[in-house]
């Protein structure tokens, strides 16, 4: 099975920050990878899908990046409404999917 | 707009089984496979299985391969999933998730439901 290795599991951040996160496939899933955001209480949320590929409705500032193993989200200016938690799928080896473990975004 | 009600809060003593529905409106059902994600508490999301809503097959995460259970009834256009031989490792909220693609599978997924909060405790 494919494991997905997301860093770091947390981090502090402030308005305003640029804010990445990485994901790490175990082997090459191409760029079948998606990633999502969840608050508490609430399901997740898509934000982006093969790789890159922005959601309808979802700000530009979200953007994503890479293919093959390497793949990274980032937030260029951080709003409030974006502390959050945040995971990565590859869905290369359907029907097996897998989440990497989330990325907490809390406040500075 | 699209719509995915599931049921309410279960509680469940350890070896039972448990079903949770979802209902679906808003979109052709049959067009689009229904996928099941749970989440333990304070835990990372965990992918369990799909249905084809259209012909009704299956698969299933190799961890819960003979204990869970995806079925759907186009009349009322409901998927159920059900969960036997209950453990407290499986108190969890159990979502069903509409995967992206129409009349296929793309593997990624645009609308959820509110999710089901399943507990295990003897």
């Known amino acids: 099975a494919i494991r997905i290795t997301q860093s770091p599991s947390s981090l502090s951040a402030s308005t305003g920050d640029r804010v990445t996160i990485t994901c790490r496939a175990s082997?090459?899933?191409?760029?079948?990878l998606a990633w999502y955001q969840q608050k508490p209480g609430k399901a997740p949320k898509l934000l982006i899908y093969?790789?890159?590929t922005l959601q309808s409705g979802v700000p530009s500032r979200f953007s994503g990046s890479g293919s093959g193993t390497d793949f990274t989200l980032t937030i260029s200016c951080l709003q409030s409404e974006d502390f959050a938690t945040y995971y990565c799928?590859?869905?290369?080896?359907?029907?097996?999917?897998?989440f990497g473990g989330g990325t907490k975004v809390e406040i500075k | 707009q699209v719509q995915l009600v599931q049921s309410g809060a279960e509680v469940k003593k350890p070896g039972a089984s448990v079903k949770v529905s979802c209902k679906a409106s808003?979109?052709?059902?049959?067009?689009?496979?229904m996928h099941w994600v749970r989440q333990a508490p304070g835990q990372g999301l965990e992918w369990m299985g799909i249905?084809?809503?259209?012909?009704?097959?299956?698969s299933y995460a190799q961890k819960f391969q003979g204990r869970v259970t995806m079925t759907r009834d186009t009349s009322t256009s409901t998927v159920y999933m059900e969960l036997s031989s209950l453990r407290s490792e499986d108190t969890a909220v159990y979502y069903c998730?509409?995967?992206?693609?129409?009349?296929?599978?793309?593997?990624?997924?645009?609308?959820w439901g509110q999710g089901t909060l399943v507990t295990v405790s003897s």
């Open positions: 998730a509409r995967d992206s693609c129409t009349n296929g599978v793309c593997g990624f997924i645009g609308d």
């Open positions: 808003g979109y052709t059902f049959t067009s689009y496979y």
């Open positions: 249905i084809n809503p259209s012909g009704g097959s299956t």
């Open positions: 082997q090459g899933i191409s760029s079948y």
């Open positions: 093969a790789a890159s």
């Open positions: 799928q590859q869905y290369y080896s359907y029907p097996s999917l897998t």
